[in-house]
């Protein structure tokens, strides 16, 4: 006959079980295992929470809103950059200032030495008085009179001040609607470059740097 084992009573929901005392120290082990991890690993348990009841928990929960009004309070609205304004003329000329000049005006008349890039809308380069390489600009003299200049370019720089930038988009109609009028580069090359584009919008640069 087997010698009886000793047991160890437990008590279990109000009711006694008798477990071997090798099952006891292993559940007791695993009980203090458990707490040594939850007090390592606090995140384990958030981690296992429905995604739905977290986010009632922190957004719906007003003792949270309290506590933490800053999660709660609206995302201020984004202020939109200053938008540059342009000029616009009958004629079609849109003129954009880049820098204002401080020195002397430009009227209708005068005579002004000036530097200036051309492009096509798209940005395509096609004249400039400035080497794109060096650096080195050749300016050009031109009058304020339309039937010297092209009347997009004399609108541009009626009004500017010298040491002023200026942009301007320059409709066909207030373009090169003839060959003679400037300004128009002495070279073949250039000069044709520049004439096999007049009967589209141009894009002007201009330096003022004189009023002769």
């Known amino acids: 006959m087997e010698a009886p084992t000793l047991q160890t009573p437990i008590q279990w929901s109000g009711a006694f079980r008798f477990r071997s005392p090798s099952i006891i120290k292993n559940e007791q082990t695993k009980i ?3 707490k040594n991890l939850s007090g390592r690993l606090p995140a384990l348990t958030v981690k296992m929470m429905h995604k739905r009841s977290l986010l009632q928990i922190v957004v719906l929960n007003p ?5 933490y009004p800053v999660l709660g309070a609206p995302v201020p609205e984004m202020e ?4 540059i304004r342009t000029q616009k003329f009958a004629s079609g000329v849109r003129i954009q200032d880049i820098l204002e000049g401080e020195g002397l005006e430009a009227h209708e008349g005068n005579m002004v030495e000036v530097n200036y890039v051309c492009r096509r809308a798209n940005g ?4 400039s ?8 600009s050749s300016p050009v003299i031109l009058p304020l009179d339309e039937k010297q200049i092209i009347k997009g370019l004399k609108e ?3 009004g500017m001040k010298v040491g002023g930038k200026r942009r301007a988009l320059i409709p066909p109609s207030a373009g ?3 060959e003679t009028l400037k300004p128009i580069p ?6 044709r470059s520049l004439l096999s584009h007049a009967n589209e919008p141009l894009v002007f640069e201009v330096q003022l740097l004189k009023v002769l």
């Not at 003792?63 to 506590?67: E, G």
Request: glycine share 6%; hydrophobic share 45%.
């Open 32 to 34: 203090a295992l458990a």
């Open 63 to 67: 003792v949270f809103l309290n506590v």
């Open 80 to 83: 939109e950059p200053e938008v």
């Open 124 to 127: 395509y380069f096609v004249h």
């Open 129 to 136: 008085t400035v080497d794109q390489f060096t650096g080195e």
């Open 156 to 158: 541009v720089l009626v």
């Open 176 to 178: 090169y609607i003839n």
């Open 186 to 191: 002495d070279e073949f090359g250039p000069r």
